[in-house]
């Protein structure tokens, strides 16, 4: 990135900044609140993200697999932000979010990549002593095995927080959760 881009960038961050505490002002020692859903992939810090995102729609409208949608949250400063819901569908890092970007509030630079990871909400198939491996067929990182227990562990250092293991778990115990 040029000198002057990045100058561009930081005056475009400053100035949203400025515009999200104009129009938030929290109260001293408020926190600033944090959406319960997991936002789009690459999104920057949540104060950062906040400010940033204009909720323009564009992140939404680009994502061919429909798996970004608008967050039902009531208080204003969440309602309507984009989130990643992968209780139908996966993601396959396409990029074509972060790309479609243009307030800097999804950025390949300074955001995290990986917002979901999966989780056991209740009693494994392999657990209760039936044969099933769906999830660690279904991993295209191969971050599942099965151990002693024979509950399915998850290796974060390998897991991309795609969602195709609890697409694929039919009795619904592997959900994906905010990273
Ligand atoms: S990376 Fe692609 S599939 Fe994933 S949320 Fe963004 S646009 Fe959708
Ligand atoms: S494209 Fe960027 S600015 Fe627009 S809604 Fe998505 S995250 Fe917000
Ligand atoms: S979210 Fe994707 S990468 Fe992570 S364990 Fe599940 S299938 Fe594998």
New binding site residues.
Partial sequence: MSDIQRTDDEQLISSARRAFFRRFAPEPEQVVPNSRYPR?PW?VDNTLFLA?????????DQCPMRVLGRSDEKEEILSG??VLDLSYGSCDFCGQ?VD????G??SREKGKKRQTIPQLSGSCQAELGLYCNLCEEACPEQAISFGADKKPAIDLSLCSGCGECAMDCYSRVLVMAKA
Avoid: V
């Fill in positions: 789009p999104a940033l995102c204009t909720q323009c729609d564009q992140c939404i932000r984009p979010c479609a970007c243009p307030a509030a999804l």
